[in-house]
C-alpha cells in the first residue's frame, strides 16, 4: 500500500461546479498535512495546509479525518483557473525525519 | 524575498556524460529535497538534508546519483554517466526547520538525455 493515495482523475466539471477529492495515508502517526497545487510543466506550490479543526480559505476547504485517515479539499464554485493537479502531502513523522510524503496527484479540468 | 533558485533552468547533454544541477534554498531553511518528476507523472523523492544531520539518501535511484550540500546551504545534484531515462524535471524544495512547515519549490531543472 502506498504511504499516500490519491484518485489520479481527471475530475472534469463545468465551472461553478463543487467539488471535492480525497486522499488517505497509511502512517497513523502522521502529523502535519498540505494540500499544493502543480499547473502543467510547473512547480508545485502550496495551496493550504491541513488542520486538525478543518479550514477554509476562500473558496477552499480542507478536513482531516483522522479515525479514517485521510484529508480532502473542496473547491466550491470553480473556476477554469482551477485546472490543475491537486498533490495531497504528509508528514509522517518517521524515524526522527521531516520528510513531506507527495501523493501522486489528482487532476482536475473545469470547463466552460 | 528571494525564493528556491535552481540552475540551470534547462540542460541538453548527451547519454554518457556527467551533469550537474544546483540548488540555492531560501535563506534560513535548513531543510532541502530533491525530487524528480517524469512527463505526466507525480513526485519521485530522491534524497533529503536537514541541518547537520546525515541525508535521507533512501530515494536515490542508483549509485550514479549522488548529492551534497555544503554550509547547510548551496546543494548540487550530481547524475554520472546519464543515461535516457535520466530525463526529467529536477526539483529542488527547502524548508524552515520547524515540523508542521511546508516546502516551497524552485522552478526546477529540465533534463534532456540524447
Known amino acids: 500500500r502506498k504511504e499516500v493515495e490519491q484518485d489520479p482523475g481527471p475530475f472534469n466539471v463545468p465551472e461553478g461546479a463543487t467539488v471535492a477529492f480525497n486522499c488517505t495515508y497509511s502512517?497513523?502517526?502522521?502529523?502535519?498535512f498540505f494540500w499544493y497545487r502543480q499547473d502543467c510543466r510547473k512547480e508545485p506550490k502550496l495551496l493550504m495546509s491541513?488542520?486538525?479543526s478543518g479550514n477554509e480559505d476562500g473558496r477552499f476547504t480542507a478536513q482531516l479525518n483522522r479515525a479514517s485517515q485521510y484529508i480532502s479539499l473542496l473547491i466550491r464554485d470553480s473556476k477554469l483557473s482551477d485546472s490543475a493537479t491537486y498533490l495531497c502531502?504528509?508528514?509522517?513523522?518517521?524515524?526522527?525525519?521531516?520528510?513531506?510524503?507527495f501523493g501522486a496527484g489528482t487532476r482536475l479540468a473545469v470547463h466552460p | 524575498g528571494a525564493g528556491v533558485s535552481q540552475s540551470p533552468s534547462n540542460k541538453v547533454t548527451e547519454k554518457g556524460k556527467d551533469v550537474e544541477l544546483r540548488c540555492d534554498p531560501i535563506?534560513?531553511?535548513?531543510?532541502l529535497y530533491w525530487y524528480r518528476q517524469s512527463l505526466g507523472q507525480g513526485l519521485e523523492f530522491l534524497i533529503y538534508?536537514?541541518?547537520?544531520?546525515?541525508?535521507?539518501k533512501s530515494g536515490l535511484p542508483s549509485d550514479r546519483f549522488s548529492a551534497e550540500r555544503t554550509g547547510g546551504s548551496v546543494s548540487t545534484l550530481t547524475i554520472q554517466r546519464t543515461q535516457q531515462e535520466d530525463s526529467a524535471v529536477y526539483l529542488c524544495?527547502?524548508?524552515?526547520?520547524?515540523?508542521?512547515?511546508?516546502?516551497?519549490f524552485g522552478d526546477g531543472t529540465r533534463l534532456s538525455i540524447l
Open positions: 502512517n497513523s502517526a502522521s502529523q502535519s
Open positions: 491541513v488542520y486538525s
Open positions: 538534508f536537514q541541518g547537520n544531520s546525515a541525508p535521507d
Open positions: 535563506s534560513g531553511h535548513t531543510a
Open positions: 524544495a527547502s524548508r524552515p526547520g520547524q515540523i508542521n512547515q511546508p516546502q516551497h
Open positions: 502531502v504528509v508528514n509522517p513523522l518517521s524515524g526522527g525525519y521531516n520528510k513531506l510524503i
